[in-house]
């Protein structure tokens, strides 16, 4: 397939993933608010709230750099590129994408964020940067293991060559394993219970919504939807790549957005210093995983 295709193809991907993050989002809230037995918002609240944060003005502060500004774009822009990589609806048979590059790529929107939290020279940014640096410490080892697993188990650290081979077996012991531990990682990624909580404003617990608090307007739209974003890229690299049931991928990412908001209702956030506990748990999914597979 030729290159002008390909690029066609992942950006037309990513463009699908970027309309219908918002929708998942609104997806989890939903099914939080069912178990709660609360009725709750409509699974589409979160495009009225994303068009509203658009509308609002943007107040800056005069002792903020162009970093302050430039971090909710490259935050977004950086999760738009990581959903032209992942195999998904449109893109599963393309041989693009590294999964060391992807990997990097969240790393660099994440440090963006951390800058521009820092940036505004607030206690709140300060606290909510340090936090988040030292979780993504942790997360990123966990995150290179489950890569390491699929490559060695496929033999490339392209994405495309990872996705589960139905053809063969693949419900086994090493599968369900990496299964479990890939979606620890991608609560902890995502900022989700029970390593943080997005619904969230006290200053004791927060991590992620620390580093938005001085953000407003079309710059906080950039930071949430890039986090939509994100969680709906690790939604389908978990379903292509580590979900073990033969399903359409788009009923695998439906399935993951009910299982996030079955364990946000279920368990409680953990102290922060037990969050290497949490990740070290996964960690070690993972390296059974590996012995499993071996033998």
Not at 119 to 147: C, K, N
């Amino acid at each position: 397939m030729e290159l002008s295709s390909v690029l066609g193809m992942e950006l037309l991907q990513a463009a699908g993933l970027l309309a219908l993050a918002p929708f998942i989002a609104g997806l989890i809230n939903k099914i939080k608010a069912f178990l709660q037995k609360r009725q709750g918002a409509s699974v589409f609240q979160e495009y009225f709230d994303l068009l509203k944060w658009w509308r609002r003005e943007t107040i800056l502060t005069p002792y903020t750099s162009v970093i302050f500004i430039l971090a909710p774009v490259v935050y977004l822009l950086t999760g738009l590129m990581a959903a032209a990589m992942v195999p998904g609806l449109m893109t599963q048979e393309i041989s693009f994408g590294d999964a060391f590059i992807f990997v990097y790529l969240l790393a660099i929107g994440r440090f963006f964020m951390t800058l521009g939290s820092m940036d505004s020279a607030t206690a709140f940014g300060g606290m909510g940067s340090s936090r988040e640096i030292y979780i993504s410490v942790l997360v990123e080892p966990a995150v290179m293991l489950a890569v390491l697993l699929n490559a060695a188990r496929y033999g490339s650290t392209t994405l495309s060559r990872m996705v589960i081979d139905y053809g063969d077996i693949y419900f086994t012991l090493p599968a369900v394993l990496a299964c479990v531990a890939f979606f620890l990682i991608l609560l902890a990624e995502n900022c989700r219970l029970p390593v943080d909580n997005p619904d969230t404003h006290l200053e004791l617990t927060m991590i992620h919504e620390c580093m938005t608090l001085e953000y407003s307007g079309r710059l906080l739209s950039y930071i949430h939807l890039g986090s939509m974003v994100r969680l709906v890229v690790f939604l389908t690299l978990w379903g292509a790549l580590y979900l073990p049931l033969e399903l359409p991928l788009l009923v695998k990412i439906l399935l993951g957005a009910v299982l996030v908001g079955v364990v946000e209702t279920l368990v409680n956030k953990m102290r922060l210093f037990k969050v290497r506990i949490y990740l070290a748990a996964a960690a070690v999914l993972l390296m059974v995983a590996f012995m499993a597979e071996a033998w």
